[in-house]
């Protein structure tokens, strides 16, 4: 373990990696990460499976496999990624059993298509948690009007949910109280309310946003100001009455996670997110460059502060310069939701050309 990741993981916040792959699999890069870099997680998206299926040959035998057995569209692609997802949750296991849930788990996305579709959300995150077979798989809802419901009811059927999209303070609440109305309705149906949850908070999108809005004294700012409120409310909701009788019945807190921490601007620190966002009980999901960059070079500084700190500060500032941050906050997650169908088209498509040739 480098002085970064043992840093980090000393200060309390778990390291996931964003991305899976079979090479990363088959290679033992994900064994290794485990074991010597301190990664307790895996999330992922349909870009990172779209270049790892077209760029290579791993998934070949598998599609052909597939394909000869007559499955097409997306019950072939869930099948592809379901056996990544699935072999990563093995490798973590141990973690997840030594943390006793806390860690060790992989996340698999509902279809994006379905991101306002609640009913259809919920059925498919039944169907892929069955489909998972392990404990330690998240099924990922985005954080949208649509998918709210869909985290209480899937919550309340007992599927973990890692959710989604989800870029400020309201609609991180409105994701966790959609989790605490889904214990709820587990306790008062007699059931174990003991069913996991992270809220995944999109942070680096808030800065390229703005960069070419304000002025370069508040450029790459706007994500940790945007975190550190998330933060507070974080630590307040585990605070209020209404979460500690749920926790004194048996259900544990579902986490915040910090998603998108890779640095999108090359005049900025490489560890600008993983720094500034170093805080206990939480999630830092970053890709594979970022955490060799954490490793190599990465200091960390004082932890996220209990009560906010200078965020609201910062987030008026951005209003005296023009930025609609309530507006913007809407806008990112639309645009995010739009992107994740963008993708899985992509990988649709990629699957589908990859069937025919092989």
Same mark, same amino acid.
């Given at each position: 373990m480098s002085g970064?990741?043992?840093a980090l993981t000393q200060a309390g916040q778990s390291i996931w990696l964003d991305n899976i792959t079979r090479d990363?699999?088959?290679?033992?890069?994900?064994?290794?990460?485990?074991a010597e870099s301190s990664v307790a997680?895996?999330?992922? #998206?349909?870009?990172?499976?779209?270049?790892?299926i077209t760029k290579g040959a791993a998934y070949d035998a598998q599609i052909?496999?597939?394909?000869?057995?007559?499955?097409?569209?997306?019950e072939l692609l869930f099948e592809v990624i379901l056996q990544d997802l699935i072999a990563a949750a093995d490798l973590l296991a141990p973690v997840y059993r030594r943390t006793a849930g806390v860690d060790g788990w992989v996340s698999v996305e509902v279809a994006p298509g379905l991101a306002? *579709?609640?009913?259809?959300?919920?059925?498919?995150?039944?169907?892929?948690?069955? $489909?998972?077979?392990? @404990? #330690?798989?998240?099924? $990922?809802? @985005?954080?949208?009007?649509?998918?709210?419901?869909?985290?209480?009811?899937?919550?309340?059927r007992g599927v973990p949910i890692n959710v989604t999209l989800l870029f400020s303070v309201d609609q991180y609440v409105a994701a966790a109280e959609a989790y605490m109305r889904g214990l709820e309705?587990?306790?008062?149906?007699?059931?174990? @309310?003991?069913?996991r949850s992270v809220a995944s908070l999109f942070v680096s999108r808030w800065d390229k946003a703005t960069a070419d809005k304000v002025s370069e004294g508040l450029r790459n700012r706007l994500g940790i100001a945007v975190?550190?409120?998330?933060?507070?409310?974080?630590? *307040?909701?585990?605070?209020t009455d209404r979460w500690q009788c749920l926790e004194n019945m048996g259900a544990r807190p579902q986490r915040l996670l910090f998603a998108s921490t890779g640095t999108k601007d090359p005049n900025a620190s490489d560890v600008l997110y993983v720094e500034g966002l170093a805080s206990p009980n939480t999630i830092d999901t970053m890709p594979e460059e970022t955490l060799h960059a954490l490793e190599d070079h990465g200091k960390l500084? *004082?932890?996220? @502060?209990? *009560?906010?700190?200078?965020?609201?500060?910062?987030l008026a500032a951005f209003t005296r310069a023009g930025i609609d941050v309530v507006q913007l906050a809407e806008d990112l997650q639309v645009d995010g939701a739009k992107a994740f169908v963008d993708s899985w088209t992509r990988l649709s498509d990629a699957v589908t050309a990859k069937r025919q040739a092989v």
């Amino acid at each position: 373990m480098s002085g970064g990741t043992k840093a980090l993981t000393q200060a309390g916040q778990s390291i996931w990696l964003d991305n899976i792959t079979r090479d990363l699999i088959t290679s033992g890069t994900l064994a290794l990460y485990i074991a010597e870099s301190s990664v307790a997680g895996i999330t992922s #998206n349909p870009t990172i499976f779209e270049k790892a299926i077209t760029k290579g040959a791993a998934y070949d035998a598998q599609i052909g496999s597939l394909a000869k057995e007559g499955k097409a569209g997306d019950e072939l692609l869930f099948e592809v990624i379901l056996q990544d997802l699935i072999a990563a949750a093995d490798l973590l296991a141990p973690v997840y059993r030594r943390t006793a849930g806390v860690d060790g788990w992989v996340s698999v996305e509902v279809a994006p298509g379905l991101a306002n *579709d609640t009913a259809g959300t919920v059925a498919q995150a039944c169907w892929l948690s069955s $489909k998972a077979l392990r @404990p #330690n798989v998240f099924v $990922k809802i @985005p954080g949208t009007r649509e998918g709210v419901p869909a985290i209480e009811e899937a919550i309340f059927r007992g599927v973990p949910i890692n959710v989604t999209l989800l870029f400020s303070v309201d609609q991180y609440v409105a994701a966790a109280e959609a989790y605490m109305r889904g214990l709820e309705r587990r306790v008062a149906s007699g059931l174990n @309310p003991d069913v996991r949850s992270v809220a995944s908070l999109f942070v680096s999108r808030w800065d390229k946003a703005t960069a070419d809005k304000v002025s370069e004294g508040l450029r790459n700012r706007l994500g940790i100001a945007v975190s550190k409120l998330c933060y507070q409310a974080y630590r *307040d909701l585990k605070e209020t009455d209404r979460w500690q009788c749920l926790e004194n019945m048996g259900a544990r807190p579902q986490r915040l996670l910090f998603a998108s921490t890779g640095t999108k601007d090359p005049n900025a620190s490489d560890v600008l997110y993983v720094e500034g966002l170093a805080s206990p009980n939480t999630i830092d999901t970053m890709p594979e460059e970022t955490l060799h960059a954490l490793e190599d070079h990465g200091k960390l500084g *004082d932890l996220l @502060p209990r *009560d906010g700190g200078d965020g609201q500060e910062v987030l008026a500032a951005f209003t005296r310069a023009g930025i609609d941050v309530v507006q913007l906050a809407e806008d990112l997650q639309v645009d995010g939701a739009k992107a994740f169908v963008d993708s899985w088209t992509r990988l649709s498509d990629a699957v589908t050309a990859k069937r025919q040739a092989v």
